[in-house]
């Protein structure tokens, strides 16, 4: 049996929530080797406390072996609510090992008085519920899912990103790169600059992008809402100091 201040725990990480997880599990637990996996999909991450390992392990059976290498002893997924492959790697992986999955996922956004929102399922169905509303698009879903939306030439984008985003894009494409959080007084003054008729976000949920949403409502602009992809069958909260109780009943796997 591993001793409780010896446990080996796996972040799966990225997120704002993943780096305070990180910063609360070193602070308070110094004695357990905390690693945290970063994607490697931006060129300049914000690092968390603790080890960091940073590229992808080659899927469900790389993860495995990793898992087994590493002698870990529980998983945190607190990756994007949107990083769905990830998800099912980890659920896949600790299934065969038997390592305990958390996962800690954000709540998701909820359309307030004024709102003026329209639900689709899937990216693609974003890019055509756009086609038939406002030509100046304000877009928020990442810079690797530009894609969906190349094929509208009638219309104009603005997308924000950490880092530039890479082909196939739309032909009228206007870049902005940022990283948040971000103010509504800053949204107000960025959709008021460049004229913008329609948001379209993924439902990520948080703090940190949210005031995206309070300027859309400010100036009666509509938002397509991208929802979320299921959760993964496994353990989950939504606040990362439920993490530590649940480490507390999961002292060690059982590989």
Same mark, same amino acid.
Request: charged share 25%; aromatic share 6%.
């Given at each position: 049996m591993v001793a409780v201040a010896d446990l080996t725990v796996l972040l799966l990480g990225g997120t704002g929530e993943a780096r305070r997880l990180a910063a609360l599990l070193v602070r308070d637990r110094p004695r357990w080797r905390v690693v945290t996996s970063l994607a490697g999909r931006v060129a300049d991450p914000a690092l968390p406390e603790g080890e960091v390992r940073i590229g992808g392990f080659g899927g469900p059976a790389g993860?495995?072996?990793?898992?087994?290498?590493?002698?870990?002893?529980?998983?945190?997924?607190?990756?994007?609510?949107?990083?769905?492959?990830?998800?099912?790697? #980890?659920?896949? &992986?600790? #299934?065969?090992?038997?390592?305990?999955?958390?996962?800690?996922?954000? =709540?998701?956004?909820?359309?307030?008085p004024g709102d003026a929102w329209?639900?689709?399922?899937?990216?693609? &169905?974003?890019?055509e519920t756009v086609a038939?509303?406002?030509?100046?698009?304000?877009?928020?879903?990442?810079?690797?899912?530009?894609? &969906?939306? #190349?094929?509208?030439?009638?219309?104009w984008f603005l997308v924000r990103s950490v880092d530039h985003p890479e082909p196939?894009?739309?032909?009228?494409l206007t870049v902005v790169l940022d990283r948040g959080p971000f103010t509504v007084d800053g949204e107000l003054a960025l959709l008021r600059r460049y004229g913008i008729d329609v948001l379209v976000t993924k439902d990520s949920g948080g703090t940190m992008t949210a005031a995206k949403l309070d300027a859309a409502r400010r100036l009666g602009l509509p938002v397509v809402m991208v929802d979320r992809p299921s959760a993964p =069958?496994?353990?989950q909260v939504t606040r990362i100091e439920d993490a530590l109780p649940w480490l507390a009943a999961h002292p060690s796997s059982s590989i």
């Amino acid at each position: 049996m591993v001793a409780v201040a010896d446990l080996t725990v796996l972040l799966l990480g990225g997120t704002g929530e993943a780096r305070r997880l990180a910063a609360l599990l070193v602070r308070d637990r110094p004695r357990w080797r905390v690693v945290t996996s970063l994607a490697g999909r931006v060129a300049d991450p914000a690092l968390p406390e603790g080890e960091v390992r940073i590229g992808g392990f080659g899927g469900p059976a790389g993860l495995v072996d990793w898992l087994r290498r590493e002698r870990v002893d529980a998983v945190l997924d607190v990756t994007h609510p949107f990083a769905a492959t990830m998800s099912a790697s #980890a659920v896949s &992986a600790c #299934a065969e090992t038997g390592v305990p999955l958390l996962v800690v996922r954000r =709540p998701g956004w909820t359309a307030q008085p004024g709102d003026a929102w329209r639900r689709v399922p899937s990216l693609a &169905a974003a890019a055509e519920t756009v086609a038939g509303m406002g030509e100046r698009v304000f877009l928020t879903t990442g810079r690797q899912s530009l894609a &969906a939306f #190349a094929d509208l030439d009638r219309h104009w984008f603005l997308v924000r990103s950490v880092d530039h985003p890479e082909p196939p894009l739309p032909r009228r494409l206007t870049v902005v790169l940022d990283r948040g959080p971000f103010t509504v007084d800053g949204e107000l003054a960025l959709l008021r600059r460049y004229g913008i008729d329609v948001l379209v976000t993924k439902d990520s949920g948080g703090t940190m992008t949210a005031a995206k949403l309070d300027a859309a409502r400010r100036l009666g602009l509509p938002v397509v809402m991208v929802d979320r992809p299921s959760a993964p =069958p496994s353990d989950q909260v939504t606040r990362i100091e439920d993490a530590l109780p649940w480490l507390a009943a999961h002292p060690s796997s059982s590989i």
